[in-house]
């Protein structure tokens, strides 16, 4: 009791300036008798004072609506500028993909020429004599280098397909073992060129159904790269079969790919960083490797390391397991 008593006359002391004008009275001491009205300078609060003090709910809530209609708008037109922004770009894809289609036509159609010229001097060469020793040689060159380029711009041409997954695969009883011995054999000179030695393993009769001109465009893209990023040094490439999938596998011993690159290197005119004195390009390759594995239901994997050199994995399904044609 005298414990409560003291506390109480403590608090009525130090009430009055506590509770200064205009301020609530303590709960406590609001409705147990206590007349605050007795403390100098105090005014009873009443309830017109106590609702004059605090907002009315109707103003909080119009400018709550106010800063929503404000943000409303400003969403509004945020959206109409990228929607601009997304239909500029697309016109400009389209355009870029048309420009594209129509180069490679422009360039592939002399070739034709060429690769009929070539066939014509090859079978006269053949007939004659005493031929000079080199010109066979020379002109198989040619025609087989001038076809790959007739492939290639083909294959460009189907930019638009590939990306829209409408490319259509004609599919052949196929030697996997036998093309990627011919891609070798065509990149031999280069290599040579880049001071690369080509270390082959592959396993043969390695058959399946697929697109003969697919599967000379994947390994030519996985070889060019290799050398392109591993100058002077080896570059491995091997042909495996494990049950009802065929491996394509390619490494090099380059410059490698960081992490960050791997995620974007199998998309569109996208390439990883260039090393000085490489050829250009237009970052197609890997992107059109990838779709044309997935229209055979294919995949490719990439593991790399800075420095060290980068492996490229080419799985596809076989099929059927039959003696190619």
Not at 271 to 289: D, E, H, Q, Y
Not at 305 to 324: D, K, N, Q, Y
Request: glycine residues 6%; hydrophobic residues 40%; negative net charge.
């Amino acid at each position: 009791m005298v414990r409560s008593a003291t506390v109480r006359s403590v608090a009525t002391f130090w009430l009055p300036f506590l509770t200064a004008p205009g301020l609530p009275v303590p709960e406590e001491f609001a409705h147990d008798g206590t007349n605050c009205a007795s403390f100098p300078g105090r005014e009873p609060m009443t309830s017109q004072t106590a609702d004059a003090a605090a907002p009315t709910p109707a103003s909080t809530l119009g400018d709550e609506l106010d800063n929503l209609r404000a943000e409303v708008q400003r969403l509004r037109l945020e959206y109409g500028t990228a929607l601009q922004t997304i239909r500029d770009l697309s016109a400009a894809v389209a355009a870029r993909d048309e420009f594209i289609s129509i180069v490679a036509h422009e360039l592939r159609n002399p070739m034709g020429a060429i690769v009929v010229s070539a066939s014509n001097m090859i079978y006269k060469a053949e007939r004659e004599q005493d031929p000079p020793p080199w010109i066979k040689p020379c002109l198989s060159t040619l025609e087989r280098q001038t076809r790959t380029f007739v492939r290639r711009a083909t294959t460009l041409l189907d930019v638009k397909r590939l990306a829209t997954g409408d490319f259509h695969v004609d599919r052949d009883i196929v030697s996997l073992s036998d093309v990627v011995s011919d891609v070798v054999r065509d990149l031999s000179a280069e290599a040579e060129r880049a001071r690369c030695e080509l270390r082959l393993s592959i396993e043969p009769g390695v058959v399946g159904t697929w697109d003969r001109v697919a599967l000379e465009q994947i390994t030519m893209n996985l070889m060019s790269n290799a050398i392109k990023y591993g100058a002077g040094r080896p570059v491995e490439t091997s042909v495996t079969c494990t049950g009802k999938d065929a491996t394509i596998e390619v490494r090099d011993y380059g410059a490698g790919i960081s992490e960050d690159e791997r995620s974007r290197i199998f998309e569109r005119f996208e390439r990883a960083v260039v090393p000085r004195g490489s050829k250009p390009g237009f970052g197609l390759g890997l992107w059109i490797t990838r779709q044309l594995l997935v229209a055979h239901r294919g995949e490719i994997t990439v593991e790399s390391r800075p420095g060290v050199g980068s492996v490229f994995t080419a799985s596809l399904p076989r099929v059927i397991h039959e003696t190619p044609r």
